[in-house]
């Protein structure tokens, strides 16, 4: 004979079990736009039945346990994306800066400097005494070496500024990383009891995915659950029981270097944000810098070497054009400058010696368009404009990349969602489940009443 | 594939972000009715294009030359004129011998002689155009002694195009005979009554009028060449105007077709957000 207590447990539990459902959606639905969040399920399984002489009695429903979602394969898959995703989206932002640093297409300042510089000289060439265009074509010098400074000194500030981006970055992965040690602490702590810590291992998987957004780097799980991480080309972030902080310092060039635990990494970081702000500093300004260096020494090279062989309007012989003479291997774009000295009179243009003689304003107004060794036998006007064009080439590419990268992430987040994301329809539908469970559970306990009334009536 | 709300939403997001880039794209393709404003936009057409403005600046560098270049020509070719006309008219006072008026006709020939002097001396923007490159100062003294070279200021008017823009002044007036001498020894021989000189004089001009005309028309068919290659820089430059457009520039047509499709998407896509953010079986509970 069965205690009539024990139908009041079962439908106590079943209270319990709806009670929890409820509490369960509703945790859903206040979380169905929080980042990071994976549903929660109710595992709810058949209590312990009850034999009898043929057959068994159950004894109502067990709440097992609040299960967490997951897809551990997806969530490492999107954080793998998210470097890539990290690299194109940063490096694509820095080389839209650099190019729009250099100038549109309609009018690019340092290549239309240069056709002016030309045309002045070209002017020149027959009629190199005018003093009117003498001034012109020194006022055409003196702009072609500012617009050289100035889109170096340009590219320069935009190291400057990845820098601080750079400084932030490291900020942030930093911070993260002491997070992501705090986070394996209290999962390995409350688990060590066997109550899953949904909230730290979702506010983990944010950490995690920031970190692989940020660094391009890999996590590692260890057989008791906790979550290294490590850098590319393998220094570790967090270990076991260590963060090793990354530390900024300033090299001798005035830029900013990252080491890990006193080793210099700067040059191996090239995936993630911090990657991809730092392939734009080291790579692709430093390339245009290079290139704006050598059509600058080129310049320098062989206008002086024009200019000299020429001689004034007084019969004297020229000296340099552009200074610093001879150029310097490299920052000839940032220094150069028309020479001290150079006005009207001295501007030596005569290649014979008579003053209406134009050939080395000749050779000047054809520098632009002549091929030169320095630069790959390519004339100055054709190396710049490759070197603008590889540039956009550069980012017209990456702009795919990044797309792709953002299409492949949109589509595993949607397939994690699909797992562990909240629908507020199925939520909707738990609701009505749980609240009709909880109805007929409570008339299952208005029965149990009765009976029990009818029984004591008996009595 | 069960779709959660973050799903949902995200995509929501994704689409109205692609819509909102193509309203932005299609407004400021409107703004200045471009394709290519930077590198990256098409980077085979924008090569194209830095390389087709830089011929297109070029050619205005040079249009200006080859117009400086007509305009010191065109001085010179009306020295020569003058030249020519002084020489035969020189002629005519050698023609009618020194049979009468003698020392008239001697005293207008050594006034054109001085004439002759300073067309050699003839000078545009404080430039001698006979000096050959010796520009800053007279070419010719009195006595007709010759102070320039024999090397022609050339202007640059194209790539690898030159044009001489001055004359070798010796070449010029002493090529065929040294006409200041000429002229010189004509007044001094029409004073002397010597008919048979003057007689020869005479014939010698034609080899002197022959002389001038052939630079005047060597002048000439610089001048034309010039003209012919203005009128090439005009069309070369139409035609980049034209490649220019053709590669960077966008029709208003077609950028009025974006704009329309791109409205057009982002209110459907607005409708069918609202319709379905608005609905849930939430409210349908009770």
Request: avoid cysteine; glycine fraction near 8%; aromatic fraction near 4%.
């Amino acid at each position: 004979m069965t205690l009539i207590s024990g139908y009041y447990n079962l439908g106590l539990r079943a209270l319990d079990a709806a009670q929890y459902g409820l509490s369960v959606a509703g945790d859903n639905i206040a979380n169905v736009n929080t980042p990071g969040f994976s549903r929660r399920r109710l595992e709810l399984s058949t209590g312990h039945p009850r034999y009898i002489k043929n057959g068994e009695i159950g004894s109502g429903v067990v709440v097992d346990s609040i299960r967490r979602m997951e897809d551990q394969y997806l969530q490492n898959a999107i954080q793998l994306e998210y470097g890539r995703l990290g690299y194109n989206n940063e490096s694509l932002r820095g080389l839209r800066e650099v190019e729009r640093t250099l100038g549109p297409v309609e009018s690019n300042p340092l290549l239309e400097a240069y056709g002016d510089f030309s045309n002045a000289f070209a002017a020149l060439s027959g009629d190199s005494e005018s003093v009117g265009l003498r001034t012109a074509a020194i006022a055409a010098a003196d702009s072609l070496a500012g617009e050289f400074r100035s889109a170096s000194g340009r590219l320069q500030e935009l190291r400057r500024l990845e820098d601080q981006r750079i400084t932030g970055i490291v900020d942030r992965v930093n911070s993260l990383a002491g997070e992501l040690q705090e986070l394996n602490d209290t999962i390995r702590t409350g688990e060590s009891g066997g109550t899953e810590q949904s909230a730290a291992r979702d506010r983990r998987d944010q950490v995690l995915t920031e970190l692989h957004e940020l660094t391009g780097g890999r996590a590692a799980t260890s057989r008791s659950g906790e979550i290294s991480f490590h850098l590319p080309n393998g220094p570790s972030l967090v270990t076991n029981d260590n963060v090793l902080s990354l530390t900024t310092s300033q090299a001798s060039d005035g830029s900013l270097r990252i080491s890990s635990n006193g080793t210099d990494i700067t040059d191996d970081l090239r995936s993630g944000r911090l990657g991809g702000s730092l392939s734009v500093r080291d790579d692709e300004i430093l390339t245009r810098l290079a290139d704006l260096d050598a059509a600058a020494a080129d310049l320098i090279t062989r206008a002086n070497a024009a200019h000299t062989s020429g001689t004034d309007l007084a019969g004297n012989p020229g000296g340099a054009l552009f200074e610093p003479d001879p150029a310097p291997a490299s920052g000839a774009a940032g220094s150069i400058r028309i020479a001290t000295g150079i006005d009207v009179d001295t501007l030596a243009l005569s290649a014979t010696g008579a003053p209406g003689d134009g050939g080395i304003a000749e050779t000047l107004s054809r520098l632009e368009s002549t091929a030169a060794g320095a630069l790959g036998t390519r004339s100055p006007r054709d190396f710049l404009a490759d070197s603008f064009t590889e540039l956009g080439s550069t980012i017209a590419r990456r702009d795919v990349d990044e797309r792709v990268a953002q299409d492949l992430v949109d589509s595993l987040s949607a397939e994690r969602e699909s797992r562990v994301g909240v629908s507020i329809d199925e939520e909707a539908i738990d609701l009505l489940k749980h609240q009709r469970a909880y109805e007929a559970a409570a008339k299952f306990i208005q029965v149990l009443n009765q009976v029990t009334e009818i029984t004591v009536n008996l009595v | 594939m069960r779709v959660s709300n973050a799903t949902l939403y995200s995509f929501l997001n994704r689409s109205f972000e692609r819509a909102n880039r193509d309203n932005l794209s299609a407004l400021t393709k409107l703004s200045d009715l471009k394709n290519v404003r930077y590198v990256s936009d098409d980077p085979a057409a924008a090569r194209t294009a830095l390389a087709l403005r830089n011929r297109s600046l070029r050619i205005d560098g040079y249009d200006r030359n080859t117009k400086q270049a007509r305009a010191d020509l065109e001085s010179i070719e009306d020295a020569l004129a003058q030249v020519h006309a002084l020489l035969i008219e020189v002629r005519n006072h050698a023609d009618l011998g020194a049979l009468e008026n003698a020392e008239v006709q001697a005293s207008a020939v050594e006034s054109l002689r001085e004439s002759l002097v300073q067309l050699a001396n003839t000078h545009q923007d404080d430039r001698y155009l006979f000096g050959g490159t010796e520009v800053l100062s007279p070419p010719f003294d009195a006595t007709g002694t010759y102070s320039g070279d024999n090397v022609e200021a050339t202007a640059l008017v194209d790539e690898e195009r030159s044009v001489g823009t001055t004359l070798d002044g010796e070449r010029v007036f002493t090529g065929a005979g040294d006409l200041f001498a000429v002229l010189e020894d004509l007044a001094a021989d029409l004073r002397a009554l010597d008919d048979a000189a003057v007689v020869q004089h005479h014939a010698d001009f034609s080899d002197y009028l022959d002389h001038v005309a052939g630079i005047r028309a060597e002048v000439g068919i610089r001048l034309q060449r010039l003209e012919e290659h203005e009128t090439r820089l005009t069309a070369e430059q139409e035609r980049i105007v034209e490649r220019l457009a053709n590669l960077e520039d966008a029709t208003l047509e077609e950028t009025l077709v974006e704009l329309t499709a791109s409205t057009t998407a982002y209110d459907a896509l607005s409708a069918a957000s609202g319709r379905i953010i608005g609905r849930s079986l939430l409210d349908y509970i009770g």
